[in-house]
């Protein structure tokens, strides 16, 4: 059965309605990369499909457009597969199941891969038409993007001539983003001494943050468990003699922490003071995170420990959390509101011989990235601790002299009426990473409005995809 054939004259939402019968969770992208493969051979078009299955296909210009260079149209075929308790879906097998509610398509109880099949339908029937005014298209669908872009990273820029990009990824209509994060995960460790304990164990912990995504999120300057765990080991240490038993926090590098946890050790005598030291510094926390994180909290309990850390390691361990550098770093002059650099210290794992201490560190320029990372090296090298960096990708920097912003914008207008915001995000687009290969490619993001994306929620405005479409159509007119 089709619902959304008929739904709008051409033939976009058909296309992606059929993108919804073939599985394409991340990881299995084999079906739906030679469906397309297929779509192109049977339109007579050029298709090159890579070892990672990305697809390329071309289309030539239209009449009158053939001297200007193509243009890249591009997304990404993989879909996040997520599904409600109660449903019986196989997303290795099964269609998807599409409703519409109102101006809405939703697929039931499963997240609808709109993010980023409505990219792929828009390419298709830009490759379908015969009437459309256009440059010559090269259309871009990468694999892998929602596990670490990995279609992205596998790309090999000889097959692409074109010297602009239309990344249709973005989830909101009249918003154009220009510019997005580079980052990097950063590891701290710190090798572990130990020795027996001389004390009374207490465990502190802190909680009641509200967290979030370290990119998305950092912006609204919720309070980093871990850092804060900084900050009262350090009141406790200039109240009593401690020594640390054990330290974690958070879960993941790019969710900012909402708890973390210590155990250390202290006189029988010194109990009091640590406990009023803690109350003493709730008062503070709730004062400074009155309204971000007015939940904060912080618990000291009896605990149980049978050896503990020297004095050295303890020490290392309380100046890195006072010292380590977290949160905003830099705004950007270029965009108002976004932030240029920031840094998540997420997590911090435990084990025997060694703690880490886990960053993930973002900025759309790449220098203060750098910079960044420095001042952790630096801070890691008078702990005498060890850096590792990984998972290093691309930033996309905001480019003043872009000319494809400019035409998007008064395209919009004349479109739709509305004026369109330019905007950039702090974190990762697979534009940053096909920046690097293309450097002179100018880019620009742009998509229909998307709701609850990577959630069984997920859902998509028909009169939004019918914006973009006419909006896309005229922009591709308006690229002589
Ligand atoms: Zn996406």
Known sequence: MTILKDVYPDKVLSFFEELTKIPHGSGNEKKISNYLVNFAKERNLEVIQDDDLNVIIKKPAAKGYENGSPVIIQGHMDMVCEKNKDVKHDFDKDPLKLRIDGDYVYASGTTLGADNGIAIAYGLALL????????????????????????????DPKHLKGKILLNIDAE??????????????????????????NGEALRLEIKGLKGGHSGMEIIKQRGNANKLMGRLLNVISKEVDFYICHISGGAKNNAIPRESEAIITVKAEDIKKVEEASSQLLKIFKNELKVQDSDVNIIVEKAEADKQLTKNITKKITSYLVLAPNGIQTMSEDIKGLVESSLNLGVIVFDENKISFISAIRSSVKTLKGEIMDRIDTLANLIEAEVINNSNYPEWQYDPDSKIRNLCVDTYKEVTGDEPKVDAIHAGLECGLLKEKMPDVDMISFGPNLYDVHTPFEHMSILSVMNVWKFLKKLLENIK
């Open 172 to 197: 909101e209509e009249g918003v154009f983003l220009v510019s997005c994060a580079g980052g990097v995960t950063n590891y701290v460790n710190l090798k572990t001494e130990w020795e027996n304990t």
């Open 128 to 155: 379908d038409s015969h009437d459309l005014k256009h440059p010559a298209i090269e259309l871009l669908i990468t694999t892998g993007e929602e596990t670490g872009m990995y279609g992205a990273i596998a790309l």
